[in-house]
């Protein structure tokens, strides 16, 4: 008795401690399962009001650092043109002095002096060029983009149509914060984007459950279903300038 007393304990023990580690990992799990639940459903908020779950905060992350890579080698680019410019200048100035008639025979400390005060006008000089330049191309591309945006958003199609003047003058409103016309126009018909893309995916989920072909494999693709505002907001921009 005292032994059969003593393997029943020692079953028990043993049955205790099973059940125990189960319990241990199913509250692992739980709690591991919450707290994905509760990454899903938190909410951030930019300066400036806007609401984004964990995954759009992200895109929009990745976006902010994407553009900001963008705009540091715009900044590294810029600098080395600017580099360029003041080593030209400089070159510019000597040949000028070193070439000039009038100052052959004046002392090379004189014609230092000279150099150092002609290089910055001639620097001055090239950097209203560039600046000029640059406007002339930027201003180029600008009204290059709102021509083809005039042509895809013609007014046709149910898709609204695009306004230059309409879009400039939201662009200059104090209160805006977009700069891009395209994003800009796709934010002032937000909501008929968005009846246009559900409507649009309405129309191939019917499609696509009428449309059975048993001969061989043509059914069409299933279109994915965003699951981020970010990612809606390019799906709809994709598709409605397709």
Do not use: C
Not at 90 to 115: G, H, W
Not at 168 to 177: C, D, H, I, Q, T
């Amino acid at each position: 008795m005292p032994k059969d007393q003593v393997e029943v304990t020692e079953g028990n023990e043993s049955g205790v401690e099973t059940t125990k580690d189960t319990q241990e990992a199913q509250t692992d799990q739980e709690q591991s399962s919450d707290s994905k639940n509760a990454e899903e459903k938190a909410v951030f908020k930019d300066s400036f009001g806007n609401e984004y779950t964990a995954d759009e905060f992200q895109a929009k992350f990745n976006e902010i650092q994407g553009s900001y890579t963008r705009k540091a080698q715009e900044a590294s680019s810029y600098q080395k043109e600017l580099d360029a410019i003041k080593k030209q200048s400089e070159a510019d100035a000597r040949k000028s002095v070193s070439e000039s008639n009038t100052l052959k025979n004046v002392p090379q400390d004189v014609k230092e002096a000279i150099i150092s005060i002609v290089k910055p006008l001639i620097e001055e000089d090239r950097l209203r060029i560039k600046q000029e330049e640059d406007q002339r191309k930027a201003d180029q591309q600008f009204k290059s983009e709102l021509d083809n945006l005039e042509k895809e958003f013609d007014g046709k199609n149910g898709k609204p149509k695009f306004d230059r003047n309409e879009v400039l003058r939201a662009m200059k409103a104090p209160e805006n914060r977009i700069y891009d016309p395209r994003a800009k126009f796709w934010e002032m018909h937000r909501d008929t984007f968005n009846d246009l893309l559900i409507k649009e995916a309405l129309a191939k989920q019917k499609g696509g459950n009428d449309t059975e072909d048993t001969s061989g494999d043509h059914s069409k693709p299933v279109s994915h279903t965003p699951k981020t505002w970010e990612q809606a907001r390019k799906a709809s921009l994709a598709r409605l300038s397709e």
